[in-house]
């Protein structure tokens, strides 16, 4: 084999190398990114709210101001965690989506199909979970759980607020 034919195939290896590498590493670093700006130093297993949107705001990309958030950065290596969020009164709509360690999304509940309130125990698999219990299962051991609750205006955000600081995000 030829000398640049021999820098090609090696140029070709170390490319399908760095791109596999990428794809699969690309993934955990942004999640590491996110759980640190939102978890913002607090212990993992309990909801960190967020305060009300403006412009300066930037835990989350682009934020919306109609939202009031709350996430909990959740780990799973001690045991199964029991997430809950009771409904805003006055029916204001809340959604509760679960993402894993490789961003991808693997549940999303809402006031909606849950007006009496959303509860599920977030597990790894082969993880033991009371039995009757809605179960969101993470291949990873960390995550986030992020909380939107609509709150348009001052008012509305102050009783998002007030209901989401019922949240639960522990240990079972």
Not at 73 to 80: H, I, M, Q, R
Not at 113 to 136: C, D, K, N
Not at 137 to 144: F, K, W
């Amino acid at each position: 084999m030829n000398r640049t034919a021999t820098f090609a195939l090696a140029f070709a290896g170390a490319l399908a190398v760095g791109h596999v590498a990428t794809i699969y590493a690309a993934p955990w670093a942004i999640m590491h990114k996110a759980m640190e700006k939102l978890g913002q130093g607090s212990p993992p297993n309990q909801f960190h709210f967020g305060g009300r949107t403006n412009s300066h705001a930037r835990a989350v990309v682009r934020p919306s101001p109609d939202l009031a958030y709350a996430s909990c950065v959740y780990d799973l290596s001690g045991g199964p965690v029991a997430v809950s969020a009771a409904p805003t009164p006055g029916g204001g709509y809340v959604s509760l989506s679960v993402f894993d360690g490789r961003t991808d999304n693997i549940a999303v509940f809402d006031s909606l199909t849950h007006p009496a309130g959303i509860a599920f125990v977030l597990a790894m698999p082969r993880q033991a979970v009371p039995s009757g219990a809605e179960v969101v299962r993470s291949r990873s051991a960390r995550g986030i759980v992020l909380d939107r609750r609509q709150a348009p205006t001052a008012e509305a955000f102050a009783v998002a607020d007030a209901a989401r600081r019922a949240d639960r995000c522990a240990p079972l």
